[in-house]
């Protein structure tokens, strides 16, 4: 026989028996005898056959496959979103294209070219803080792939979506350093052009009004990475700019701007207390611990996952999309404890 793929030909030629006869056999069909049923089976387990994934998509019009479009697999938030999501596609029978965009629009398009020439049944995406034209999501609906939206998503494309409550998240964030005695407060917010980063910038501005503190705008600063935090840290010295809280984007961001500012003497939470967003697993290792809001990773993912495989799999796809929001809440921990 000759080496590499078997295929229920090759089965058939050893046999000495047809293609359809082997095939009605490998289905257990009851016009095939039990004795050519036993034989078939095993030597198709002798020679490891395996059924075309690729034909038998085309034949059932599903792959069952599901894509992820994620922006960074290195964030402990988006890899537990991950876990998530292969846990409740596994469990259905469900394989799990992984595709990175690493925050780069034109990658975030790729990876959508990529998942719909590969026939997937439904894809779950977050989308990068680049991207401001959505056409190459719009390209799923208009072929009938479902989309479920994750975390970021996109305003005015209907699909189903799961998120936080940001807003509400960044409010509780602020509120703690504000009830920890802290009255000029630092953010350093997500990108304006992505919801998550307004919304979060909103719940921040919200609880300084509410407790009669001024919005100062050369308090909020763009930076959503540990390198930015390092460099808005040393200029707000530079400067000499007085604070005594700071509300991060993300946790990263709220480390990088921790150990900066403990390099240059200043004592966290003594002098400034810290409070990030996503409650990642370094949160609980650096010195002091990081005060952050869990985004319940997980929980997200498995959520997702299910409401793409229920409208995978619905005989009617025709009912109305949902947004389901999710609590978060705030771990208190060293970086706000005096």
């Known amino acids: 026989m000759k080496s590499g793929i078997v295929t229920i030909k090759d089965i058939a030629r050893e046999l000495n028996i047809s293609p359809s006869t082997v095939s009605r056999a490998l289905k257990n069909h009851p016009d095939i005898s039990p004795e050519t049923k036993q034989a078939v089976n095993e030597l198709a387990k002798r020679l490891n056959y395996k059924p075309n994934a690729v034909a038998l998509s085309l034949k059932q019009q599903r792959s069952n ?3 992820v479009i994620i922006p960074e697999i290195v964030h402990y938030f988006f890899s537990s979103v991950i876990s998530g999501i292969e ?26 070219n990529t998942l719909l020439a590969s026939r997937v049944d439904g894809v779950l995406v977050s989308i990068t803080k680049e991207t401001e034209d959505f056409q190459h999501l719009s390209n799923f609906m208009d072929n009938n792939v479902p989309v479920v939206f994750y975390d970021r998503i996109v305003p ?18 602020t509120e703690h350093l504000i009830q920890s005695g802290r009255t000029r407060i630092v953010h350093f917010a997500g990108p304006q052009n992505l919801l998550i980063g307004r919304q979060r910038k909103d719940g921040y501005t919200k609880a300084l009004k509410k407790a009669g503190l ?3 705008e050369e308090l909020i600063i763009e930076a959503d990475s540990f390198e930015k935090a390092r460099i808005s840290i040393m200029k707000l010295i530079h400067q000499k700019t007085d604070f005594d809280g700071l509300f991060a984007v993300n946790d990263l961001t709220a480390i990088g701007a921790m150990q900066t500012l403990q390099k240059r003497g200043y004592k966290i939470p003594d002098d400034i207390a810290i409070v990030g967003f996503s409650d990642g697993r370094f949160s609980g290792i650096t010195n002091p611990t990081l005060t952050s809001v869990d985004q319940h990773g997980y929980e997200m993912g498995t959520v997702a996952s299910q409401m793409l495989l229920k409208r995978i799999k619905a005989e009617d796809r025709d009912y109305p999309f949902e947004t389901k929001v999710l609590n978060a809440n705030l771990i208190v921990r060293g970086s706000t404890l005096i």
Do not use: H, M, W
């Open 65 to 67: 496959t599901i894509g």
């Open 214 to 216: 001024p919005i100062e």
């Open 87 to 112: 846990d409740v596609a596994y469990d259905a029978g469900f394989n799990v294209i992984i595709c990175q965009s690493n925050e780069i629009y034109e990658r975030e398009v790729a990876n959508s």
């Open 156 to 173: 005015g494309l209907f699909a189903d979506q799961v998120i936080i409550d940001d807003k509400k998240a960044a409010y509780e964030a």
